[in-house]
């Protein structure tokens, strides 16, 4: 295990559902992140909290919605969502104070959500 | 904004061969290319970057060039193994200060006992 723990591991919706992801890392890390993996494309940044404080939102549409209380916890809630939202969502941690693209990522085991 | 190419999307070796990743890259300002291997089923993890000061970096039968005159860098893995099967992504810092990643496609990798 890396330290960084995802749940659910499978989420299945419909779109007038409201979800939410929950990611929780145990590494001391600062920064904390949201990406989504879909099939056959690169790996998406959604947003990045560094200590606590979102510094990018990587133009994601607003029914998609993080929520980081501290440093240890990051949410992302979920509501009237569209099928082609259904994707593997992978959170991530990082040390560092400035969430720096040279931070070794370490990720969790991902949600694969299913919209309907 | 930043294009970083995988080739080839999927490559079969023979146990024991070597393989070779290629990604390209356009944004010259790029100093930071990380390589994540993926195994089916688990998450991304780090196995190995260069930064844009060094042109070869190596950690035993894995290894990273760069070339970034022609912006590109590789992957080589030497004497495969069952275990190297996965999907391998590369990645460029990108962004005001080279704060962010840019991951490609990710390359599937089999390699055949």
């Known amino acids: 295990e890396t330290g960084v723990t995802q749940t659910p591991r499978h989420l299945v919706m419909g779109m007038t559902n409201k979800k939410s992801l929950k990611c929780e890392q145990h590494?001391?890390?600062?920064?904390m992140y949201w990406y989504k993996q879909s099939a056959k494309k690169p790996l998406e940044l959604m947003f990045v909290y560094s200590l606590e404080e979102r510094v990018e939102n990587n133009s994601v549409p607003s029914r998609f919605s993080p929520e980081c209380p501290n440093s240890s916890h990051l949410f992302l809630h979920l509501h009237t969502l569209q099928p082609e939202d259904s994707a593997l969502y992978l959170c991530?941690?990082?040390?560092?104070?400035?969430?720096?693209?040279?931070?070794?990522?370490?990720f969790g085991s991902g949600t694969q959500l299913s919209v309907l | 904004g930043e294009n970083v190419e995988q080739h080839p999307s999927t490559l079969s070796v023979q146990e024991g061969d070597s393989a070779v990743i290629k990604c390209t890259y356009s944004d010259s300002a790029s100093n930071y290319f990380p390589w994540y291997k993926q195994e089916l089923g688990k998450r991304p993890q780090l196995i190995i970057d260069?930064?844009?000061?060094?042109g070869e970096k190596k950690d035993q039968r894995i290894a990273v060039t760069l070339n970034k005159t022609a912006k590109h860098f590789s992957l080589h893995i030497t004497e495969t193994q069952p275990e190297d099967s996965a999907v391998y992504f590369c990645?460029?810092?990108?962004?005001?200060?080279?704060?962010?990643?840019?991951f490609g496609k990710g390359n599937q990798v089999v390699v055949i006992p």
């Open positions: 990645a460029a810092s990108i962004g005001y200060g080279n704060n962010r990643l840019a």
């Open positions: 590494l001391g890390h600062n920064a």
């Open positions: 991530a941690s990082s040390t560092g104070r400035g969430a720096a693209a040279n931070e070794k990522l370490f």
């Open positions: 260069i930064r844009s000061n060094v």
